[in-house]
């Protein structure tokens, strides 16, 4: 299916998606939305595919769910579809690794989605906020929940209750996300984090994802005991064997997934 708004482009095991509605600043409808999901999926599933970047404009990442389409919703409305629930699943579903590209605008749940993914690597012109509180509603795709975990209670009340918007500098020192770099190399060096990753073994990269995100669903003990069960599994896979032989020989580990 053509997508109609964003776009795909998958080169050399990395997908970009790019989010594409400039009129509205990326504006987050249920077609985006929708698309955004399949998209997410489509590289899931392919095997070339060895990590995906999300990313916007220079000007916005995406400056929130669609205020427009909203606008005119009841309660019984975004009950009964559940109003980005789906979305939410759908994204955490994904078991490859999703990097969020960031420039300009992160807001509401552009800012809820960049957190989604799997981090964050933000322009210097990037700004995140949660400004819902503004609209006379709260975040509704993880505001209140990722952003706390992210960044703490305090940060995330100021940010939720005054709806102000957080620097690229202030969201590296407070964990939002994992490195700022120059607006015009952003895409250039989100794709070196990217490739970084497809050299990996992506069985490995998998579990590592699955062990990272554990972490935000369990008590300490547990999620030390998934992680070590996932470790010892490892042990029994051929990357293990050609990592760690790799390193004795001195020599760089081909990977096979195996
Ligand atoms: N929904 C729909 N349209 C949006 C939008 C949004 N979230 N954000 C921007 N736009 C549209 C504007 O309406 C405008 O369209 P028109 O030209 O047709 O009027 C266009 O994008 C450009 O926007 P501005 O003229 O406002 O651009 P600006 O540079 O002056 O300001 C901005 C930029 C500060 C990001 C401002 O657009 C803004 O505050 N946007 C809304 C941010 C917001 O409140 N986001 C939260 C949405 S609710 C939500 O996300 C719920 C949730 O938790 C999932």
């Known amino acids: 299916m053509a997508f109609e708004t964003i776009n795909v482009d998958v080169d050399d095991h990395i997908a970009l998606i790019r989010l594409n509605r400039p009129d509205a600043l990326n504006a987050l409808n249920t077609q985006l939305l929708k698309e955004l999901c399949q998209a997410l999926e489509e590289a899931d599933a392919n095997e070339k595919v060895r990590c995906i970047i999300v990313t916007g404009s220079d000007k916005a990442f995406a400056a929130g769910a669609d205020i427009k389409e909203m606008s005119g919703m009841g309660f019984g409305d975004v009950f009964t579809i559940n109003l980005f629930a789906d979305a939410n699943d759908r994204i955490t579903k994904i078991r490859k690794p999703i990097i969020a590209a960031v420039s300009g605008y992160a807001l509401g749940g552009g800012c809820e989605l960049a957190m989604a993914c799997d981090f964050i690597i933000a322009a210097d012109t990037a700004k995140f906020g949660q400004p819902e509180i503004n609209l006379g509603v709260i975040a509704g795709l993880g505001g209140t929940q990722r952003l706390t975990r992210f960044v703490g209670k305090s940060k995330s009340m100021d940010m939720n209750l005054t709806g102000r918007f957080m620097t690229a500098e202030e969201a590296e020192r407070s964990g939002l996300v994992s490195r700022v770099v120059?607006?015009?190399?952003?895409?250039?060096?989100?794709?070196?984090?990217?490739?970084?990753?497809?050299?990996?073994?992506?069985?490995?990269?998998?579990?590592?994802?699955?062990?990272?995100?554990?972490?935000?669903?369990?008590?300490?003990?547990?999620?030390?005991?998934?992680?070590?069960?996932?470790?010892?599994?490892?042990?029994?896979?051929?990357?293990?064997?050609?990592?760690?032989?790799?390193?004795?020989?001195?020599?760089?580990?081909?990977?096979?997934?195996?």
């Open 182 to 258: 120059p607006a015009k190399k952003l895409i250039e060096e989100a794709t070196n984090v990217a490739q970084k990753i497809a050299e990996k073994s992506m069985m490995t990269v998998m579990a590592a994802k699955e062990a990272v995100n554990r972490s935000y669903e369990t008590t300490l003990s547990e999620g030390l005991l998934f992680e070590r069960r996932v470790f010892h599994s490892m042990f029994a896979t051929e990357d293990q064997k050609e990592g760690m032989t790799a390193f004795l020989e001195k020599r760089q580990a081909q990977f096979r997934d195996k």
